[in-house]
C-alpha cells in the first residue's frame, strides 16, 4: 500500500523555524515530483512548493520564497521543508503529496490535481 506520512509539525514562535518531513511507505519517490500544500482555517488549501524527478529543481509560492526550502532525503523515501522565519499567516496544516511523473521532467507544478498520493496532514501553529 502506497502511503505519505507528514512529521515535524508543531507550536513555534514567529521567527522560529519547523523541518517538515514526508516520508514514503510502499514505494519510493525516485520516480514522482513531490509536492508540500497547506489549508488554512477558513482557506482553501493552497500550494507550497514543489521538488522535480531526478533533477530536484524546485519551485515555490511567492509567500514563502526565501524562507521555505524544499529538499529530498538520501534514502529516496522522504522530502524535507525547512521553513525558517515563520510568520503567523503560516498557520496551517501542512499536507505533502507525489505526483508520478512519466519521462522527463524540467520543472515541478505546485497544482493539487497534477499529485496522486496525498498524506493526512501536519498542523503548523505560529503564534506568541
Known amino acids: 500500500q502506497l502511503q505519505l506520512v507528514e512529521s515535524g509539525g508543531g507550536l513555534v514562535q514567529p521567527g522560529g523555524s519547523l523541518r517538515l518531513s514526508c516520508a514514503a511507505s510502499?514505494?519510493?519517490?525516485?520516480?514522482?515530483?513531490v509536492g508540500w500544500f497547506r489549508q488554512a482555517p477558513g482557506k482553501e488549501r493552497e500550494g507550497v512548493s514543489c521538488?522535480?524527478?531526478?533533477?530536484?529543481?524546485?519551485n515555490y509560492a511567492d509567500s514563502v520564497k526565501g524562507r521555505f526550502t524544499i529538499s529530498r532525503g538520501n534514502a529516496k523515501k522522504t522530502v524535507y521543508l525547512q521553513m525558517n522565519n515563520l510568520k503567523p499567516e503560516d498557520t496551517a496544516v501542512y499536507y505533502c503529496?507525489?505526483?508520478?511523473?512519466?519521462?522527463?521532467?524540467?520543472?515541478?507544478?505546485?497544482?493539487?490535481?497534477?499529485?496522486?498520493?496525498w498524506g493526512q496532514g501536519t498542523q503548523v501553529t505560529v503564534s506568541s
Open positions: 503529496a507525489a505526483e508520478l511523473v512519466f519521462g522527463i521532467q524540467r520543472m515541478c507544478v505546485i497544482t493539487e490535481r497534477r499529485y496522486d498520493y
Open positions: 510502499g514505494f519510493t519517490l525516485d520516480d514522482y515530483a
Open positions: 521538488i522535480s524527478k531526478k533533477n530536484n529543481n524546485t
